[in-house]
């Protein structure tokens, strides 16, 4: 895990809230020990920190409110 300015001009999606994270903003960047970087995830800063209380049956929409 590592924390990331988001200055790549790229918008990423957050696996953990499903909402898109917009160029320029910080987020929080991670991948498996033993993985590549194509198993690299982009996530917001509060949803990495509570990806341990979060139920691995949430339903996410993907089309989210606005």
């Known amino acids: 895990m590592r924390p990331v300015a ?3 001009g790229k918008t ?3 696996p953990g809230c499903d909402q898109e994270i917009p160029p320029g ?4 960047v991670a991948w498996p ?6 198993n690299r995830r982009h996530w917001h800063r509060p949803c990495w920190d509570a990806r341990d ?3 691995a ?6 089309n989210p409110s606005r």
């Open 25 to 28: 903003v910080g987020h929080v």
């Open 6 to 8: 988001g200055t790549t």
């Open 12 to 14: 990423y999606r957050c």
């Open 33 to 38: 020990e033993h993985g590549g970087v194509d």
């Open 57 to 62: 049956k949430l339903p996410r929409s993907r």
């Open 53 to 55: 209380r979060r139920s």
